[in-house]
């Protein structure tokens, strides 16, 4: 069976972490800032693990 090609789009949104869990940038934080809270912005700036049920695919992507 063939090797599967990595994503490309999958390659430049997600990281892996060294515990095996995998990483993502937040969205809502490209455009039209100027009417959000300096409070969502800043916690927007952070990256967060993705969900267990789409764990699965993005692994098969990356």
């Known amino acids: 069976m063939p090797k599967l ?3 490309s ?13 995998i990483k993502k ?3 809502f934080k490209n455009h039209l800032l100027t009417k959000k809270s300096k409070k969502r912005k800043r916690r927007l700036r952070n990256f967060f693990l993705v969900k267990k049920s789409d764990k699965k695919n993005i692994k098969k992507q990356i």
């Open 5 to 7: 090609k990595t994503k």
């Open 25 to 27: 940038k937040c969205s």
């Open 9 to 21: 789009g999958s390659k430049k949104r997600f990281k892996k972490t060294c515990s095996g869990h």
